[in-house]
């Protein structure tokens, strides 16, 4: 896929999670927004993922490259559940791995990928999560030309989005999610030679999320809970 292709595949899969946003946000709206008291949570995860990127390279001469490779991270969050089956909420993260791949003569790698994002869920059951995310991403990475032992090292700020899934499991929280991060062409200079390079990040994650504090919105789901609220707060 070439660079005009990459940009229009971004601006298509944001678009996509902005609608899907927006849906949630609607049927959300549509809802009475009764707040349970003692709904919101804390979550810490740790995940394994796999990243993919896609570089694309406009100086010192047009190339690609698509490094790969496998990294772990850790979030935190805190979720709030409204009117039963919506969730709005707040997540940070942070991934730490390993990706190079080689654009013409350039090595190119990733080291990090922090990112900032709002979610919008949907509970398919009580125990079941479909969610959205959408907000800002800092992804570092590494290029350096082979047989110059100077390296530069970039952040580059982009958008990033996607959708997931969260089960509730023997009091954890098992989940995955995909997210497309898109960051725009960032000028840089190794041994006093003009660089260019914008990155596209395709990132699956697998982990598992820990609660902090006692969990109201199982007493909620059960079906005597306006009985024991009472006796629950």
């Not at 609608?19 to 009475?32: D, E, I, K, Q, S």
């Not at 709002?118 to 082979?146: H, K, M, N, T």
């Not at 994650?205 to 005597?224: M, N, S």
Request: charged share 20%; glycine share 14%.
């Amino acid at each position: 896929m070439n660079y005009r292709g990459r940009q229009m595949f971004g601006r298509k899969v944001a678009k996509a999670a902005i609608a899907a946003l927006l849906l949630l946000a609607g049927g959300f709206g549509a809802a009475t927004a009764q707040i349970y008291d003692g709904s919101g949570l804390v979550k810490f995860g740790v995940f394994g993922q796999g990243t993919f990127l896609e570089v694309d390279q406009s100086l010192p001469a047009i190339a690609s490259s698509s490094p790969n490779g496998f990294a772990g991270g850790v979030s935190a969050g805190y979720d709030l559940r409204l009117h039963d089956r919506w969730l709005i909420g707040v997540e940070i993260d942070g991934s730490f791995g390993d990706a190079r791949a080689r654009a013409d003569v350039t090595d190119y790698g990733f080291d990090y990928l922090f990112s900032a994002r709002g979610r919008l869920g949907v509970y398919a059951r009580p125990d079941w999560l479909l969610y959205a995310s959408a907000g800002v991403g800092f992804l570092g990475i590494e290029a350096q030309r082979p047989g110059i032992g100077n390296k530069t090292t970039e952040t580059l700020t982009g958008f990033v989005g996607g959708v997931g899934t969260e089960v509730d499991w023997h009091h954890v929280i098992l989940f995955g999610e995909y997210l497309y991060g898109s960051f725009d062409d960032r000028a840089f200079t190794i041994e006093d030679l003009r660089h260019k390079a914008s990155v596209d990040a395709h990132l699956v994650r697998l982990g598992v999320k820990f609660k902090v504090g006692h969990d109201y919105a199982h007493d909620y789901d059960h079906p005597d809970h306006h009985k024991r609220r009472d006796s629950l707060k």
